[in-house]
């Protein structure tokens, strides 16, 4: 089959046949060299190969306090019957809800908290969104008080929806800043934004946390990121964590879990892109979470961008791709560094 073709080939035309053949030569000769470790270029060489173990970069990171966490409440939520919330914080805060705010203007209060006077009290926020949403709703939350608050709109302002898609307000925008002014000198963090969807007729998406920002006394502004964790620690003891892949932060006392913020190490530089993330600090407390590639070690390493939290220290520096989601790992940070990390 293969001889004919040739043959063919070669009463077509001599030249293109010669060409065909040397061709094929080249190749294969490279291939054979390829195997025997002679230095190919690489568009000869298989993909398999290439794969060299690089080291990924390690990503800076600074351990920050966050006192507050906000995650959804239970029960159902609607814009007519309202939303349950339940703040966690280490300090006695104050939660704000604003319903219906506008987009332009929380963009434009959180260019304010960058640009010009901190935002770190309610009566920042309100006078930074100039009266742009329909409803605000406050709370006093004390330190430790897990309570649900329940908020919504006063049934006689008669709303019932934001209007199609797509909207100019958010359903509902939950800000905590610490009710006492000495515990604002404390922590670096002044106040959380987190904006929540609330289904109403025209959008039924159930209600959920679309993203929390965290707003720094420097002026500096950080989304808070979720990391994904294996929520089974394989019997090991330790509650069933249900909140692993929630996104709202937590506290640093044994009961509840702790958050830390890691922006890069540079607070003064221009700095838009950070990434900060927040962890469960349980299971370095004796529930360790085995590597799950060696299933010798605890998880230590997060890779970036997918922000998987699944190998130790050793295994990660022999991988360019997450084991989990085999996404090219771009960068890697320690959850938790020195001698603590080592057990
Ligand atoms: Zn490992
Ligand atoms: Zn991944």
């Known amino acids: 089959m293969a001889a004919v073709f040739l043959v063919t080939l070669y009463e077509y035309s001599p030249l293109f046949y010669i060409s065909v053949v040397s061709l094929c030569f080249v190749v294969t000769a490279a291939m054979v060299l390829g195997w025997f470790g002679f230095d190919v270029p690489v568009i000869l060489r298989s993909s398999d190969e290439t794969e060299s173990i690089l080291p990924t970069p390690e990503k800076q990171m600074v351990q920050v306090t966050n006192p507050f966490a906000l995650e959804m409440g239970s029960g159902a939520a609607s814009v007519t019957d309202g939303v349950s919330v339940r703040a966690c914080c280490l300090e006695p805060c104050v939660l704000s809800?604003?319903?219906?705010?506008?987009?332009?203007?929380?963009?434009?209060?959180?260019?304010?908290?960058?640009?010009?006077p901190r935002l770190s009290t309610p009566q920042h926020f309100q006078e930074a969104l100039h009266l742009h949403y329909h409803h605000c709703q406050s709370f006093h939350i004390g330190s430790d008080d897990r309570e649900e608050r329940h908020t919504q709109i006063p049934a006689d302002r008669g709303i019932t929806d934001f209007g199609p898609l797509p909207r100019e307000r958010y359903p509902l925008v939950a800000v905590l800043t610490l009710a006492e002014p000495e515990a604002r000198d404390t922590y670096n963090i002044v106040a959380s934004v987190t904006v929540i969807h609330v289904p109403d007729d025209k959008y039924g998406l159930s209600a959920r946390l679309v993203f929390q920002y965290l707003l720094t006394s420097q002026?500096?502004?950080?989304?808070?990121?979720?990391?994904?964790?294996?929520?089974?620690?394989?019997?090991?003891?330790?509650?069933?964590?249900?909140?692993?892949?929630?996104?709202?932060p937590s506290e640093a006392t044994e009961e509840a879990h702790s958050m830390e913020q890691r922006p890069v190490l540079e607070e003064e530089v221009e700095e838009e892109e950070e990434e900060e993330e927040e962890e469960d600090k349980r299971w370095s407390e004796g529930t360790d979470r085995d590597c799950v590639v060696c299933q010798n070690a605890a998880v230590n390493r997060v890779l970036l961008p997918c922000r998987h939290a699944c190998v130790c220290d050793s295994c990660a520096s022999h991988?360019?791709?997450?084991?989990?989601?085999?996404?090219f790992i771009l960068e890697s940070f320690?959850?938790?560094?020195?001698?603590?990390?080592?057990?």
């Open 219 to 248: 002026g500096n502004m950080y989304e808070l990121k979720p990391l994904f964790m294996s929520a089974d620690s394989g019997g090991v003891s330790g509650p069933p964590d249900s909140e692993h892949h929630s996104t709202t």
């Open 319 to 327: 991988f360019q791709h997450c084991p989990i989601c085999r996404a």
């Open 97 to 116: 809800c604003f319903w219906g705010c506008e987009v332009s203007a929380l963009q434009g209060a959180l260019q304010v908290h960058q640009h010009g």
């Open 334 to 343: 320690a959850l938790t560094q020195g001698p603590a990390a080592e057990q």
